[in-house]
Nanobody, 114 residues
Framework: VELVESGGGLVRPGGSLRLSCEASDFIFSYYGMSWLRQAPGKGLAWVGGILSDASNTYYNTSVKGRFTISRDNAKKTMYLQMNNLKVEDTARYYC????????RGQGTQVTVSS
């Protein structure tokens, strides 16, 4: 399993970012996928997930209504659209197979600051 996250950066509160997660070395379309994040000094937290066929998505209450997860199985890529970002969204973001959080990649840093 190889997962590569990208798209992070520095953004002001209220701004938006779109993260991508490119998958390889496994049959992407077979698996539900999740976004995770780790804020400075805190543990790994679940942000949300999407079923293998994209028929349903699930979100942590802290991001529901602001974040949207999608996927393109033909491109073996999952996305996280983040709108109305808050300072408390600052974290390193990871994607992982929903059945195996240890499959996560190196992550991409998102910093929300004025």
């Amino acid at each position: 399993v190889e997962l590569v996250e990208s798209g992070g950066g520095l953004v002001r509160p209220g701004g938006s970012l779109r993260l991508s997660c490119e998958a390889s070395d496994f049959i992407f379309s077979y698996y539900g996928m999740s976004w995770l994040r780790q804020a400075p000094g805190k543990g790994l937290a679940w942000v949300g997930g999407i079923l293998s066929d994209a028929s349903n998505t699930y979100y942590n209450t802290s991001v529901k209504g602001r974040f949207t997860i999608s996927r393109d199985n033909a491109k073996k890529t999952m996305y996280l659209q983040m709108n109305n970002l808050k300072v408390e969204d600052t974290a390193r973001y990871y994607c992982a197979r929903s059945d195996d959080w240890d499959s996560r990649g190196q992550g991409t840093q998102v910093t929300v600051s004025s």
